[in-house]
């Protein structure tokens, strides 16, 4: 005779673990917006675990139908709903009808089956192969998250989910060979399945909630990191996160044959944008200039926004001349690309200055020295790349810790009062760099 034990203190147990997982997911809920819907649906998922147990736990005091049906019923809907919060904190479509329609299906079948403990064989197979089913689908799910979400998160959830599909999948394997061995009042053979099993219904949903507070904590964390070095109007680089990696890149040293370039871009009369069309329209520039700066870039060049208008951008290229040939390349594309409000074509204009690695190896006097050199491009009449030296070039002086979202209108001042005047000689560039980095031997018209 095989010994048996009585599974409803464990179902109990398991119950109360659910129920408590399920109210941390609640909880937590607000916590990140966007995984929202995908928290309130897992801490479904674990309320309707938590019913199955307790029907297993008070089987004897509930009618027969209920003790029955129900945790056969509710067990895998659980698994169901959480199949579907996988899916929506995985950003894959929703299916909340799958599930609907699966729990149906499964309610439909075991009611068909009624009370009768003879059907147990039958109905147990049912409910175990559905959940393993369930938790075979999530799988693939959450391999297309590995590199994406937080690794620790994921590598659980996918351990997890595997363990469902091994336990679930050898309870239907034995269920089918063996059959179910069980006492009248509802007790199980002992044995290592049997007691994994119930282990996993005590333990896994506190794994599971637990799985997905660190998942969404995760994503909070990456959102505030983003949030620190990533503008939020261009999408591009803040300050000091460009300067960080900047730095980091010229420290390592350049491969052999290559040369860095450093741009200071600055937007053309942008304030004069501002006070014609609204702040509004000159956000939409800012956001439009960002766009057309990226997509002129190749990959690995480095962008980040120094502040209001300005912008920088460190590329590598096999020579000089070549980091010349992109700053013009970006200029065009900035001339070419204009966008529409209300009916008119707004058109954007860029100066930029250029250093590279050949005037300097480290960061600051790079950047000192692009700075110096927009500042002779905006003075010479705007829209123009400088790339070199002029022999007399315009003092200017630019606080490095100038608040971001502050505006220059010192340098488009005294570039309008040169306008009338003789503007510098830019210092000679070779024959084949872009004619706007060369310097003009008549006076620069005005804007």
Known sequence: MPEFFDIRTLFLAGSLTSFLSAAMLFVMRPLHRRSEPAVRWGGFGLLLS????????????????????????????????????????????????????????????????????????????????????????????????????PAGPVTAAIALALAFVVANGARALWILVNGVSMSADGRYATGALQAGIAGLFVLGPMVQAMVVMSWVNGRVAAELRSLVSTDPLTGLGTRRN???????????????????????????????????????????????????????????????????????????????EDVARAAEAIRAAVAGAQFEHEGEDIALTVSIGVATTADAQEFEPLLAIADRRVYVAKSMGRDRVVASEPEQAPERRRGMDRRQGGTDEAADEAADALHGGDPPTSAALPADAPRSARAESEPAAAD
């Not at 005091?61 to 809907?77: H, K």
């Not at 944008?273 to 002129?296: K, M, P």
Request: proline fraction near 6%; include cysteine; charged fraction near 20%.
């Open 242 to 320: 460009f300067f960080s990696t900047a730095r980091e890149a010229l420290a390592r040293g350049l491969p052999d044959g290559r040369v860095g370039g450093l741009l200071m871009i600055d937007l053309d009369d942008f304030k004069r944008i501002n006070d014609r069309h609204g702040h509004r329209v000159g956000d939409r520039a800012l956001a439009h200039f960002a766009a057309t700066l990226r997509h002129s870039l190749q990959p690995g060049d480095l962008t980040g926004r120094y502040g209001g208008e300005e912008f920088c951008a460190l590329l590598t290229r096999s020579r000089a």
């Open 50 to 149: 938590s019913l199955a147990m307790m029907c297993v736990a008070l089987r004897g005091l509930l009618p027969e139908f209920v003790s029955w049906v129900g945790p056969n019923t509710l067990g895998p809907a659980g698994m169901f709903v959480l199949y579907e919060a996988v899916r929506r904190l995985c950003h894959a479509r929703p299916r909340p009808l799958l599930v609907a329609g699966a729990t149906a299906a499964m309610f439909a079948f075991q009611a068909w089956l009624g009370d009768d403990p003879a059907q147990q064989a039958p109905r147990l197979l049912a409910t175990a192969s559905a959940q393993a089913l369930t938790a075979a689908l999530m799988v693939p799910l959450l391999l297309r998250r590995v590199g994406r979400d």
